[in-house]
Nanobody
Framework: QMQLVESGGGLVQPGGSLRLSCAVS????????MGWYRQAPGKQRELVAS???????NYADSVKGRFTISRDNAKNTVYLQMNGLKPEDTAVYHC????????WGQGTQVTVSS
């Protein structure tokens, strides 16, 4: 059974930065494309960034140029570096495979506010 443990969220001022981490277990990590998803109150979950098993990346238009997804296959971990944070980035952030499965971690709350 896949397990996902997200960390690194917090409260940050607009323009600030955060680095999210997601430790993955229970699957052969190196073979899976991975993604970071977010869900804001009253909104649908959206995919903000993905990375293939080979390291190719894709980003939602809303975060392009500000967020960077990466992975460390030796540590079974996927990261999301978030710079230039905006209030509209406030959400609970989750990692999962891409496309996602029905197994979700607890997520990590990111709040961007002055």
């Amino acid at each position: 059974q896949m397990q996902l443990v997200e960390s690194g969220g917090g409260l940050v001022q607009p323009g600030g930065s955060l680095r999210l981490s997601c430790a993955v277990s229970g699957l052969t990590f190196i073979f899976h494309d991975m993604g970071w998803y977010r869900q804001a109150p009253g909104k649908q979950r959206e995919l903000v960034a993905s990375i293939t098993s080979g390291g190719s990346t894709n980003y939602a238009d809303s975060v392009k140029g500000r967020f960077t997804i990466s992975r460390d296959n030796a540590k079974n971990t996927v990261y999301l570096q978030m710079n230039g944070l905006k209030p509209e980035d406030t959400a609970v952030y989750h990692c999962n495979t891409a496309p996602y499965t029905n197994v979700w971690g607890q997520g990590t709350q990111v709040t961007v506010s002055s």
